[in-house]
T-cell receptor, first 113, second 111 residues
Framework: DTAVSQTPKYLVTQMGNDKSIKCEQN?????MYWYKQDSKKFLKIMFS???????INETVPNRFSPKSPDKAHLNLHINSLELGDSAVYFC????????????FGEGSWLTVV | GQNIDQPTEMTATEGAIVQINCTYQ??????LFWYQQHAGEAPTFLSY????GLEEKGRFSSFLSRSKGYSYLLLKELQMKDSASYLC????????????FGKGTRLSVIA
């Protein structure tokens, strides 16, 4: 069973489109995250949610809107896609917010053309 | 804020030992993590150090010195499958994840 699963795995879309990436975890964790890994492989935190509430937003453009319908799901919606949004987006989860191991999903490869 | 520094690339021979260093500066310390990431895959957890000293786990060991802001990951009996990026990470502040990652060290194991 996949612990943190995200869909789609690959996404190619045109500039200006709106797209969503879904994420679900079955670990019973109460904290979920979105990370972005760019072409230089730098893994950077975007958002952190604890029990469906946003606790960290690392200066991400407001074209990116995360939504957490329950603590097992954290979806990422991106409006008006730009070329620079091309990256791998990783969903992740952990139990609690203090010094606990983060587990990553398999990643979603987004290419904006 | 957090500042994490690790070498960009390293090459080592199959069967050898390699040490990957990481230095960090944080506004508060709540442990240091090492993750492994193979090309095209997600990062996977390797180790967590919160106290000074060496933690051994099979072929992999991780060391921490809080006073020096320094950690290393030691890989013994290198295998070709150990070719990957190794990411050093610390929590974003003393009380909270998420983790802030270094830029990773890409290790190439050669025959």
């Amino acid at each position: 069973d996949t612990a943190v699963s995200q869909t789609p795995k690959y996404l190619v879309t045109q500039m200006g489109n709106d797209k969503s990436i879904k994420c679900e975890q079955n670990l019973g964790h109460d904290t979920m995250y979105w990370y972005k890994q760019d072409s230089k492989k730098f893994l950077k935190i975007m958002f952190s949610y604890n029990n469906k509430e946003l606790i960290i937003n690392e200066t991400v453009p407001n074209r990116f809107s995360p939504k957490s319908p329950d603590k097992a799901h954290l979806n990422l919606h991106i409006n008006s896609l730009e070329l620079g949004d091309s990256a791998v987006y990783f969903c992740a989860s952990s139990q609690g917010t203090s010094g606990n191991t983060i587990y990553f999903g398999e990643g979603s490869w987004l290419t904006v053309v | 804020g957090q500042n994490i520094d690790q070498p960009t690339e390293m090459t080592a021979t199959e069967g050898a030992i390699v040490q990957i260093n990481c230095t960090y500066q944080t506004s508060g310390f709540n442990g240091l993590f090492w993750y492994q990431q193979h090309a095209g895959e997600a990062p996977t957890f390797l180790s967590y150090n919160v106290l000074d000293g060496l933690e051994e786990k099979g072929r992999f060991s991780s060391f921490l010195s809080r006073s020096k802001g320094y950690s290393y990951l030691l890989l013994k009996e290198l295998q070709m499958k150990d070719s990957a990026s190794y990411l050093c990470a610390v929590p974003i502040n003393s009380g909270n994840t998420p983790l802030v990652f270094g830029k990773g060290t890409r290790l190439s194991v050669i025959a």
